[in-house]
């Protein structure tokens, strides 16, 4: 892999690349899933951990708009109708809320409900592209990978929440996509902190067999050459 900045500090070795073929991607941070009242909290989960990272992923997100690098945005939500929820989706487990319902933040994971707006911490800006997706991964049933390719884009920064679902299965399909791949270790969490831990070293495994990890600093020092 060759390109016009180094992280030396990326793991599991630097990690080069061009900031001009270079986009962020920022998975879910909506307020469902990181505010207190929201689904997130009514499943029983801690949001104060996924809340700890705000700050440094707006740190991410400015860097890259300083950069003129992309800001892409997703929110995984469903159609009100929710033509587009399995049953197997909204069936499993045993929640007292499920997609749909009538939750703290109007309907549950439903498009244009306040729970599936983004936080307004990292509100998109002017121009930024937000993708509504069904599924966990941000490339199943989306435009994302068009708009890519249309784009020119090679180099993913990834930050949100959670490490090990939504994070992880798209920087997954990224990597089989060809794209090289960086995770912003400090702008993602998950509830839980073993399930983070153990994602990062998969994503880095190997010889970074899904993707590169660094911290947020050492991304920004770089966009900003």
């Not at 929201?38 to 990272?53: H, K, P, T, W």
């Not at 909204?90 to 929640?95: A, E, I, L, S």
């Not at 990292?122 to 121009?127: F, I, T």
Request: proline share 7%; aromatic share 6%; with cysteine.
């Amino acid at each position: 892999m060759s390109g016009g900045r180094v992280i030396a500090g990326a793991k599991p070795f630097p990690f080069a690349f061009d900031p001009a073929k270079a986009a962020v991607i920022v998975i879910d941070m909506q307020r469902d899933f990181v505010e207190p009242g929201g689904f997130g909290e009514s499943l029983g989960n801690d949001v104060l951990r996924l809340q700890a990272i705000i700050p440094t992923v707006a740190a991410l997100i400015a860097g890259a708009r300083a950069a003129g690098v992309p800001v892409i945005h997703t929110r995984e939500c469903h159609r009100p109708d929710l033509s587009d929820l399995p049953p197997a989706k909204r069936d499993r487990g045993n929640p007292s809320l499920r997609i749909g319902d009538a939750g703290p933040m109007g309907r549950i994971l439903i498009a244009g409900e306040p729970g599936a707006d983004i936080v307004p911490e990292l509100c998109p800006v002017a121009g930024e592209l937000v993708i509504d997706k069904p599924g966990k991964g941000a490339f199943y049933a989306t435009d994302l990978g068009d708009h890519l390719a249309r784009e020119g884009v090679t180099t993913l920064i990834f930050a949100g929440v959670t490490t090990e679902v939504c994070v992880q299965t798209t920087m997954r399909e990224a990597n089989d996509r060809g794209f090289e791949c960086l995770l912003a270790e400090d702008a993602t969490e998950s509830y839980f902190p073993e399930f983070k831990a153990a994602a990062v070293e998969m994503i880095r495994a190997q010889g970074a067999i899904v993707g590169w990890t660094a911290r947020v600093a050492e991304i920004v020092e770089a966009l900003d050459g």
